[in-house]
């Protein structure tokens, strides 16, 4: 059992799986039970004294918490819970002048050395993703070409305990600036300013420095990785930055002692540098983040709050992270419905960006539109206000009943390039899957998330009912055709010669006189909604047999090949292992996957069909908690739809029918934006 007399960590949510025992709240003017083993206290902060003499009078032992190294989306000071901590019953890491259970696990090289694979994923996906200690500040951009050697000099907030148990103080501030200046004469020096000090809640070691040629004062709140790309060198006293310099492969200078000098991967300019080098030995980069990231610290799912790993933590912060930086400015979407209007604010909406959803707005950074119909439509203005057009479109795992009968989506795409359908130009999926390059991690990922959505049958809409072949369809070659929304824009932009749903039932049956072909209408067309039926002549003429209500993936399930322009049922057919064939131009088609009418001069890579699944179920779309209205993974939205009721098609036949439909799309109107 643990004792807490500080009421602040007593409220840290989910302290028991941080601390992987119980604890229990102390009074100081209570004895402490005998069934307390450890008293926990927050590192060295001068109100932990009174703490630790109670616990010393009742011989139990201290147990120091702090921070852990991926902390949090934003600061503590603002009072973001932390989803990682580290535990010392030793001292502390930034106590230079006492050892720690970090030094000790350091210096475990054989487990370290064991770990080295995953330290090598974990530090370059930080380094790639962009991720810190705290991960609400944006990147930082310059319109600038940084052609000049710059440096980088980091402050850190006044009295702060790594500060001074790093054995440092305002004069070894004061020596890095001049060394720094001195040792690079022909360099730029950039001075970082604590996020705590940007925010107005703490000051810094440089509060009265001002910008001269040489020296410029970083007072933007930017992301540390983001900067560090610019920099040859880091300068730091004991700051966190500087272990995150050495993770970005920058050279790092220390005037302080913090946890990751001495072990011959930093400059020490400390005066027990020696002494601090010869107490602690060698280690190598991962080494020390094996021991300080996978084994100090403790990490908590961000949703459930039960213990979790490191990647864990990472893969959620990425993903919050990623979400905002994509939406930072103020935002524009005009002239949607209400409709529109409704289900695009949770997924346009973040904590720092600003959304205007007016006619008409002077001060917006980017225009967000709906589709290329959008795109047309906003063009001009937006081009007069010289603003970029980011188009949104339904994601590929959408939601269980059709969009057009005003299913709110768990997904959506936001494309600054283009759209996925437009094979007239390119798009973000396409360049991601031009660039795709996964790790083995990643590559797992795809495949458990295919099998995953393979074993549940799960499809963008999840509606229909079951379907067995027909019996004069055994010991024929099956092909399956779906139908499409003929004035659907991915039959204006991604489509050539066979242009409606007629063209491409004749071109499959010239091609396939003796295959068995089942046409089965798009669900859209089918209830109503949109254009592409077709006379019942022409499907008795050019198929065998026509499925109106079933599930698109149990049909897929049973035929043999998918003949298709651009309908996302091939995709889905790639995913159930089956033959595709196009007869246009959709997202998928161009990359040795699937039979293709046509050729695609900008696909230039033959992928693998996990880059196809990662890159456009994983990485492309933004998915959105239907209550939380938090981003979530494309794995819990695929857990979501599993757990939903599918949805029937109900298929309008008279006027009563299209009565209950018009009231059910009312009520779905108002159950959304009442969320």
Not at 245 to 256: D, R
Not at 598 to 606: S, V
């Amino acid at each position: 059992m643990i004792g807490i007399f500080s009421s602040g960590i007593w409220r840290i949510p989910y302290l028991s799986n941080f601390l992987a025992q119980p604890c229990q709240k102390l009074s100081p003017f209570m004895p402490i039970a005998d069934d307390i083993a450890s008293i926990a206290v927050w590192g060295h902060r001068p109100s932990v004294h009174k703490s630790v003499a109670l616990a010393q009078g009742a011989g139990k032992s201290i147990l120091r918490l702090e921070d852990g190294f991926i902390r949090s989306l934003d600061l503590g000071v603002n009072g973001a819970p932390p989803l990682s901590m580290v535990l010392d019953d030793v001292g502390i890491y930034y106590d230079a002048s006492h050892p720690s259970a970090l030094e000790a696990l350091i210096r475990d090289r054989e487990t370290n050395q064991a770990l080295a694979a995953d330290a090598e994923h974990a530090i370059k996906t930080i380094v790639a993703e962009d991720l810190s200690k705290y991960n609400h500040a944006p990147a930082f951009v310059t319109d600038k070409h940084l052609s000049d050697d710059i440096v980088l000099v980091v402050d850190q907030t006044y009295g702060d305990m790594s500060v001074i148990y790093g054995n440092a103080g305002p004069d070894d501030f004061a020596s890095m600036l001049n060394a720094a200046l001195s040792e690079n004469p022909h360099a730029i020096i950039w001075v970082k300013i604590h996020p705590d000090v940007l925010q107005g809640k703490k000051a810094g070691y440089y509060h009265q420095l001002k910008s001269t040629p040489r020296v410029r004062l970083l007072a933007d709140n930017v992301s540390p990785q983001s900067l560090l790309r610019h920099v040859s060198r880091v300068y730091v006293v004991t700051s966190q930055y500087g272990f995150e310099a050495l993770m970005a492969g920058k050279a790092v200078i220390c005037f302080g002692q913090p946890w990751y000098a001495g072990w011959g991967l930093t400059d020490d300019r400390h005066p027990q540098a020696k002494q601090l080098r010869q107490r602690r030995g060698c280690a190598t980069l991962h080494e020390l983040f094996a021991a300080a990231y996978f084994r100090y610290s403790r990490y908590i799912n961000p949703l459930t709050g039960e213990p979790a790993k490191l990647f864990d933590v990472m893969s959620w912060m990425q993903m919050q992270r990623r979400y905002q930086q994509q939406r930072n400015g103020y935002l524009w979407a005009p002239g949607l419905s209400w409709w529109k209007y409704t289900i695009l604010k949770p997924f346009l909406q973040t904590r720092t960006n600003k959304l205007s959803f007016s006619r008409r707005e002077d001060r917006a950074t980017a225009c967000v539109v709906w589709g290329n119909y959008g795109e047309q439509r906003w063009q001009e203005r937006a081009k007069s206000q010289l603003l970029p057009i980011w188009r949104m479109e339904d994601g590929f795992l959408r939601s269980s009943g059709l969009g057009s009968n005003l299913m709110p989506p768990l997904s959506l795409v936001l494309d600054k390039r283009g759209i996925y359908y437009d094979a007239s130009r390119s798009s973000d999926l396409e360049v991601m899957l031009n660039e795709s390059e996964l790790t083995l991690m990643q590559r797992q990922r795809a495949l458990r998330l295919q099998q995953r959505l393979v074993d549940s049958k799960i499809s963008k809409y999840n509606l229909g009912a079951d379907f067995v072949l027909p019996p004069a369809a055994l010991g024929k070659r099956v092909i399956l055709v779906p139908g499409q929304v003929e004035d659907d824009a991915s039959i204006r932009s991604g489509t050539c010669s066979v242009r409606t749903n007629a063209q491409l039932l004749h071109a499959v049956r010239k091609r396939n006189p003796d295959a068995f072909i089942i046409y089965k209408p798009h669900p859209d067309v089918l209830v109503g909604n949109r254009q592409g039926q077709l006379a019942q002549s022409d499907v008795a003429l050019l198929a065998d047999y026509q499925v109106l209500n079933a599930d698109v993936i149990q049909c897929i399930q049973v035929v043999d090949e998918i003949h298709t322009m651009t309908s996302l049922a091939g995709f889905e057919g790639l995913l159930h292992g089956k033959k595709v064939c196009c007869y246009g131009m959709p997202f998928y088609a161009g990359w040795g996957l699937t039979h293709d009418e046509y050729h695609c001069a900008r696909r230039l890579r033959k992928l693998t069909l996990s880059d196809l699944i990662y890159q456009a179920l994983i990485e492309y779309p933004t998915y959105i908690h239907p209550t939380r209205r938090t981003a979530i993974t494309a794995e819990e939205a695929t857990d979501i739809l599993i757990n939903t009721p599918r949805a029937t098609l109900e298929i309008k036949k008279n006027r009563l029918d299209k009565i209950k439909y018009t009231c059910k799309k009312v009520y779905r109107v108002i159950s959304i934006s009442m969320l």
